[in-house]
């Protein structure tokens, strides 16, 4: 008697089935494989995907070799060729920002894959399909900028992430230019002076508290230097620095709204439970979660604070998974779990 061959579900991977999940930033971009059960085949992270308005001559502004770099070691890696990923998703700063910069980034995975089986979206997705698993809800993002990104019932929506000239409320950035604005102030006498400024003037290493120009300003400390000082502001804030302390609770507050705000764009009535989670180094300073987390409770709404179920390029992973029609099962899912992230606010 012939053996049946049995009928797969078309809803669940095949067993051979392999997501690419990338997670671009500003700071570094992560790579991850993983298979249908669950397993992380491999990993790479490279330097930061920050693309600008000037493209390169292959169209793609710069972001081209560190993703080339990053799929090949992880397909290297896994043994599993770039032809061979089932589906993929790329998160990438600045997707959606601008029409010049959101169509060379759609089009440069294809030639790094050498298909079309992929999407790309920005890096908040990827925060987002991390921290809640894909559920709907809202996630937080604060590192070097800021934003809010959330999904309910087919809708999306985003806020925040405006740039620091003029937004990314309470992210590194802000904290930074903040807790540099208190210093001069110290300096000059309008402000108490407190332990923010001998903080400062060590980490820096000023020789007079005007070196503080140059330094800042002509020392080529760029966006993510500057974000770098947020981590004085919070130590100073632990020393006592009342001012310090005060930038770091505004920023919590700050954070609450861009979840409020995008639970208002989503749709969320009052009465139903928001479930909300965060990701970004910021909210590893205690009394930035400390105030996230009143302000949510201050807020008309019934927010549900949740710790992040998965890092952002495991995110993009499931996501990748999801957008080809066969997301990993509740085993899958169980498998990839571990710790990720500072400890619920």
């Not at 009394?287 to 807020?299: G, I, Q, S, T």
């Amino acid at each position: 008697m012939a053996s049946v061959k049995p009928v797969r579900d078309a809803r669940h991977p095949a067993p051979d089935a392999v997501f690419l999940g990338v997670d671009g930033g500003g700071t570094k971009t992560a790579f991850c494989l993983v298979d249908a059960s669950g397993t992380v085949r491999a990993r790479a992270t490279g330097p930061g995907t920050s693309p600008s308005d000037e493209a390169g001559d292959d169209g793609s502004f710069g972001t081209c070799p560190v993703l080339a770099e990053g799929v090949a070691r992880v397909c290297a890696e896994s043994g599993v060729a770039p032809a061979d990923v089932t589906h993929a998703f790329f998160g990438l700063p600045a997707h959606g920002e601008s029409p010049a910069l959101t169509a060379a980034l759609d089009a440069l995975p294809g030639r790094l894959l050498g298909h079309d089986r992929y999407r790309v979206g920005n890096d908040m997705v990827c925060a987002w399909a991390g921290s809640l698993g894909l559920a709907s809800g809202i996630n937080v993002i604060s590192g070097t900028g800021s934003m809010a990104y959330g999904e309910r019932a087919g809708r999306t929506a985003r806020t925040g992430g405006w740039g620091e000239l003029f937004g990314d409320e309470g992210s590194a950035h802000w904290i930074a230019v903040r807790g540099l604005n208190a210093f001069t102030r110290m300096s000059d006498g309008r402000l108490a002076p407190g332990p923010l400024a001998g903080v400062l003037r060590r980490v820096l290493g000023l020789g007079s508290d005007l070196d503080v120009v140059g330094r800042v300003l002509y020392g080529g400390l760029g966006r993510d230097g500057v974000a770098a000082l947020s981590r004085p502001v919070a130590e100073a804030a632990e020393l006592g620095d009342s001012a310090a302390g005060a930038i770091l609770a505004r920023a919590g507050r700050e954070l609450a709204l861009l979840a409020d705000a995008a639970r208002e764009r989503l749709g969320f009535p009052t009465t139903e439970p928001v479930p909300v989670s965060y990701s970004g180094g910021v909210f590893g300073a205690r009394p930035v979660a400390d105030a996230f987390r009143a302000e949510l409770a201050r807020l008309d709404a019934r927010f549900d604070l949740r710790p992040p179920l998965y890092e952002p390029v495991v995110g993009a992973a499931l996501q990748a998974a999801s957008l080809a029609g066969t997301p990993l099962d509740d085993t899958a899912r169980a498998a990839l779990r571990s710790p990720q992230g500072p400890p619920a606010p």
